[in-house]
């Protein structure tokens, strides 16, 4: 990884209680207002909290479950996480990102759940379900070359390196692209592969996109990873395409690559709405 100088997405601000306590940078900033986090940063905190939770070393977190349960500020947030149930060949883990409420009291802003796998090799058999993506050569299109709102160029879709291997928008097959971080999650960290190879998936549902950005919001109130493989590399390759319902609702689903090929799926709900 490069860093950015010394920036983060998140910066070590003490504890309290059972929590850690971190403040988002910038960086972390949504697409859709800049006041608010993005849901990428906020997925991540808790795949890192429940990966670290107490348990058997070297077992692989292998699906999580998020819910968002509102918008997360750009305020300080505190991370906790817990083994709901802890077995012999899965734990199952839970984590919170909590917030401060007008009252000032801690409040959970998000919630997740997800099961931790003991691992054995199983290498002579392993088989990945689907078509192999290359990573695109530097100089292939960047986020800059699509059409998508200026705040898609901040943030924390914009601090990341993105390249396009097929075209952004176009109905009828998957979007795919590949994006990368270019500064640690936590400042003083190195984040661990698939806290790294996860993080850009919740953008899934703007790589995947089938409406005029510029005119349309579709934000994901959760989001559903599963992974059968652990990611190598710096780079997450994206193979999404969304689907738009006559309701207001939406579904954006996406196949999750490292440069060997799938490693999981991930599907994101989406509240579809028109921009005034």
């Known amino acids: 990884?490069?860093?950015?100088?010394?920036?983060?997405?998140?910066?070590?601000?003490?504890?309290?209680?059972?929590?850690?306590?971190?403040?988002?940078?910038?960086?972390?900033?949504?697409?859709?207002?800049?006041?608010?986090?993005?849901?990428g940063p906020v997925a991540g905190l808790l795949w890192r909290a429940c990966e670290g939770a107490p348990g058997a070393a070297g077992w692989m977190l292998?699906?999580?479950?998020?819910?968002?349960?509102?918008?997360?500020?750009?305020?300080?947030?505190?991370?906790?996480?817990?083994?709901?149930?802890?077995?012999?060949?899965?734990?199952?883990v839970e984590a919170e990102v909590l917030q401060r409420g007008p009252g000032g009291g801690w409040r959970p802003a998000a919630r997740a759940r997800g099961w931790r796998m003991r691992?054995?090799?199983t290498?002579?058999?392993?088989?990945?379900?689907g078509g192999r993506?290359?990573?695109?050569?530097?100089?292939?299109?960047?986020?800059?070359?699509?059409?998508v709102?200026?705040?898609?160029?901040?943030?924390?879709?914009g601090s990341l390196d993105w390249r396009f291997a097929s075209t952004f928008g176009r109905r009828g097959a998957p979007t795919v692209a590949w994006a990368r971080l270019r500064m640690p999650f936590v400042a003083g960290e190195e984040p661990s592969p698939s806290l790294r190879a996860i993080l850009p998936i919740d953008a899934a549902n703007g790589v995947g996109a089938r409406l005029d950005t510029r005119a349309w919001t579709f934000i994901n109130t959760e989001l559903a990873i599963h992974l059968f493989e652990r990611p190598t590399?710096?780079?997450t390759g994206i193979e999404a395409e969304s689907s738009i319902g006559?309701?207001?609702?939406?579904?954006?689903?996406a196949v999750v690559h490292d440069q060997h090929g799938p490693v999981g799926r991930i599907a994101q709900s989406l509240l579809v709405t028109p921009l005034a």
Do not use: C, I, K, N
């Open 149 to 157: 709102p200026p705040l898609w160029l901040e943030g924390f879709v």
């Open 1 to 39: 990884m490069e860093p950015m100088s010394d920036d983060a997405y998140f910066l070590p601000a003490g504890t309290h209680e059972d929590a850690e306590v971190l403040q988002p940078t910038a960086h972390t900033g949504s697409p859709w207002t800049a006041s608010l986090q993005h849901g």
């Open 233 to 235: 590399g710096e780079w």
């Open 62 to 92: 292998t699906r999580l479950a998020v819910e968002l349960l509102g918008p997360v500020s750009l305020e300080e947030v505190a991370v906790r996480a817990d083994v709901v149930r802890s077995g012999r060949s899965a734990d199952l």
């Open 123 to 129: 290498a002579a058999v392993a088989y990945r379900a």
């Open 133 to 147: 993506h290359a990573l695109p050569p530097e100089g292939s299109p960047t986020l800059h070359d699509a059409p």
């Open 246 to 253: 006559s309701e207001g609702v939406g579904l954006s689903q």
């Open 119 to 121: 691992t054995v090799d």
